[in-house]
């Protein structure tokens, strides 16, 4: 599948995550790898990632997740960015006006860090 996106696609997805690990970084790897087989610049293809979000303190017990604060999250953001992920796609366990907030507020912070 990688070297049909590697050959065809315009941007490719990965999830769920709340952390970079080696789940992540084999991912990324597998993509390039595949670019690298077709002769495809890699970074000719939009990269996103699936986060799922947990109220801060709550997701322990979820190994896929992200329990952060605004900073917190700003932070992945952040670390997420310097791997060359372009864009990422939040889905809350939460459904409040404060997570919308709290992903605003990270926003905010991670692009006054990378402008």
Do not use: Q, Y
């Amino acid at each position: 599948m990688l070297r049909l996106t590697a050959t065809w696609a315009e941007a490719w997805n990965t999830a769920w995550f709340g952390r970079v690990d080696d789940r992540l970084r084999t991912r990324l790897a597998g993509l390039e790898a595949a670019c690298d087989a077709v002769g495809r610049d890699p970074a000719t293809i939009r990269r996103t990632i699936g986060i799922r979000l947990h109220e801060p303190g709550s997701g322990a017990d979820d190994a896929l997740g992200l329990d952060a604060d605004a900073p917190g999250l700003a932070d992945f953001l952040d670390e997420l960015a310097g791997l060359g992920i372009d864009d990422a796609l939040i889905w809350s366990i939460s459904k409040s006006r404060d997570v919308l907030d709290r992903i605003a507020e990270a926003r905010r912070v991670h692009l006054a860090r990378t402008s």
